[in-house]
């Protein structure tokens, strides 16, 4: 069974790339909506949730573990590692794909406080970053709007244009998503950047099907993949009514 979990139901749009390679696999999805947001908690805090969680996975028959939340990754994935003799895979925001298709040479990062001061996104940022410009910003209320369905309309419009309009008006043309929440704000993103640079040619990169097609290599290098039946259990440690309809829109 595959574990996959995060602060809320930002894995949702990880998962919904998993499903697409790996069909016929038995999941387990955990929202750690009760203490959602991640983005300003200390790195200690969320390791003791990522183990809490992480028991909570394999009691229910999890083998594999996908940290679907780039923050939980960033803080807690080397200690998980350390602990669980399972395999995790983790997220990373998709800075290389990006630093090598710009046009413009300046690649823009959106993702949670947390990450972008991690080491891990540091390490990353440096490795691929050479001769590109690199600028970031969190996406302020973007996790909060996510969590409430509020992925479309013209109060989110607003609230994405404030944190993106900043990255654009350095030059930005590709924009990573370095938060598995943001994927479900992508029209948004989209449609506030064509608004603003219209003549520009603006990606927005989710490193999800990457994550995904990794997930798949390490499967099948470790005979994990089953093929026994589609399955999904949904958990979450507070309200679940987002994350059943968000789920049930995804299918
Ligand atoms: N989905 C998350 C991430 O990928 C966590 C967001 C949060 O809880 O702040 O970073």
Redesign the pocket.
């Known amino acids: 069974m595959i574990g996959i979990f ?3 139901i ?2 949702l749009s990880v998962f919904r790339e998993i499903r697409k390679v790996l069909p016929e696999e038995s999941y387990a999805y955990f929202s750690d909506n009760a203490h ?4 300003e908690k200390s790195k200690e805090y969320i390791i003791e949730r990522a183990r809490e969680i992480t028991r909570f996975l394999i009691g229910k028959g999890a083998d594999i573990i996908v940290v679907a ?4 990754t960033a803080a807690a994935i080397a200690a998980l590692r350390e602990e669980f003799p399972i395999r995790f895979i983790g ?1 990373e925001p998709a800075v290389k794909p990006a630093a090598q298709s710009t046009r413009t040479g300046v690649v823009g990062v959106l ?2 406080a ?2 972008l001061k991690a080491t891990k996104y540091i390490d990353t940022r440096a490795k691929w970053a050479q001769g590109v410009r690199i600028v970031e910003h969190v996406g302020q209320g973007f ?1 909060e709007i996510v969590e409430k369905g509020m992925t479309e309309g013209t109060e989110t419009d607003e609230i994405v244009k404030a944190s993106l309009k900043p990255l654009l008006d350095e030059g930005a043309d590709r924009i990573v998503l ?4 943001y994927p479900f704000l992508t029209g948004s993103i989209r449609k506030t950047a064509g608004l603003l640079y219209p003549e520009r040619d603006i990606e927005v990169i989710d490193p999800a099907p990457a994550v995904a097609r990794h997930l798949l290599e390490v499967m099948e290098e470790e005979g994990l993949v089953r093929k026994d039946g589609f399955r999904m259990e949904l958990h979450s440690s507070g309200d679940s009514r987002q994350l059943e309809e968000t789920y049930r829109k995804l299918l």
């Open positions: 995060d602060s809320g930002g894995g959602c947001p991640y983005g939340c780039n923050t939980a997220m993702a949670t947390g990450t996790v370095g938060c598995t929440h």
